[in-house]
């Protein structure tokens, strides 16, 4: 056997022990997107011509679309999308580049959703700094070194 076929097996070991751990609800990610949002705006601009982005499924009903590492949008739709949740892309209707709350719609793109669009009701915008503090901020919370954890109570004596 070549050594490095024994290194795959490994290294996946790994990365799945590192990625395993507590993880946050849909519903809780969702409520952690909201805090970072700001207030409501009608539209805001695509960056790319595409109509495509980098985005972050947050339930049937809601999407984080992200311009750039610090500039994204929540957007959240008027009813129900569920093929969001197994589309692998999406495609955003506009106008000349520009997305309209209650105008343009999320459109997934999987084999199930034969062209389903869901219309946008709401875009707010995300401060994906402090969205990226407070996730950073869960996940060291999570950590609890048994040396500083406070004792665990004695069960009564009987």
Sequence with gaps: MKPHALLLPLFAAVIAACST??????????????QHAGAPVMSFRLERMTGTQQWTPLGDQALAVWSSANRGHLIELRNRCPAMMSAGGISITNSLGQ???RMDSVVPRSPAASRLSCRIDTIRPIDGRSLRDAKRELREAQIVDRSTAPPEPEPPQS
């Design 99 to 101: 997305v309209t709350a």
């Design 21 to 34: 751990g507590p993880t946050l609800s849909t519903q809780d990610r969702l409520a952690l997107y909201r």
